[in-house]
């Protein structure tokens, strides 16, 4: 069984087409979806239905959340806020009604799928780094969590020793972002797992980056929301 797992689509339809592509391209099984289908970008409503079609599993993620009820953007960024407001004048009953009836976990062949942390999964913690994957391994018994939320590709073991996926250890995997990456690399980023060889591979790929800006830019969403892609941060 392979999976594709995908994360942080944010609204960029031209990215998750691109990743589409490329996932089509691997043969793989199924499609994944950790979340956050929709905010920053300038296509909520493709990118949902899009999502609804390809992909099996789709996790809510907390702009998703926000895109229904702004009332769970109250945290977030000037820039986030905005669009968070606009994404929610934008989709339609049925693009919100999906995005609010999502779960927020999926387990299947001990592997976890949540969009942020298993540690209460509707709060939204981050994980950026090992101090963060060290504590975390507590709030979930399986082999292998995948999450997004951070925008940072990266692979945690619970023995702090292994970079690799392997069954000799447990792992919390973070697959990186479809729609905005922040890692530097502004190539879109989605993970690729076998689940019978018990192997990850964290997939890049290049996109037509100037017309996702563009249409940010032409929505009248905040211009850094569309210059940020150009650098991947």
């Not at 100037?210 to 650098?231: D, M, T, V, Y």
């Amino acid at each position: 069984m392979r999976i594709a797992i995908i994360s942080d689509i944010h609204g960029n339809l031209q990215a998750l087409n691109t990743a589409l592509g490329v996932i089509e391209a691997r043969r793989v099984d199924e499609i994944i979806c950790l979340g956050d289908v929709v905010g920053y970008g300038a296509n909520p409503n493709e990118c949902v239905e899009i999502v609804r079609q390809k992909c099996r599993v789709v996790l809510k993620g907390n702009h998703d959340a926000a895109s229904v009820d702004l009332i769970h953007a109250n945290s977030f960024t000037a820039h986030a806020f905005v669009a968070a407001e606009w994404t929610h004048n934008t989709l339609t009953a049925e693009s919100k009604k999906f995005l609010r009836d999502l779960p927020l976990t999926y387990v299947t062949q001990d592997i976890l799928f949540v969009h942020a942390s298993p540690m209460m999964p509707e709060n939204w913690t981050y994980v950026f780094g090992e101090i963060d994957a060290t504590f975390t391994f507590r709030y979930f018994k399986e082999k292998i969590c995948f999450i997004g939320h951070t925008h940072f590709p990266g692979v945690f073991s619970e023995s702090g020793r292994e970079s690799i996926v392997n069954q000799s250890d447990r792992f919390i995997v973070n697959v990186g972002s479809i729609g905005q990456p922040r890692d530097g690399n502004p190539e879109l980023s989605f993970g690729l797992f076998d689940a019978e060889q018990w192997s990850y591979e964290n997939v890049r790929a290049e996109y037509d980056i100037e017309s996702a800006r563009g249409q940010i830019l032409a929505s009248g969403l905040p211009a850094a929301l569309a210059n940020r892609l150009l650098k991947g941060r």
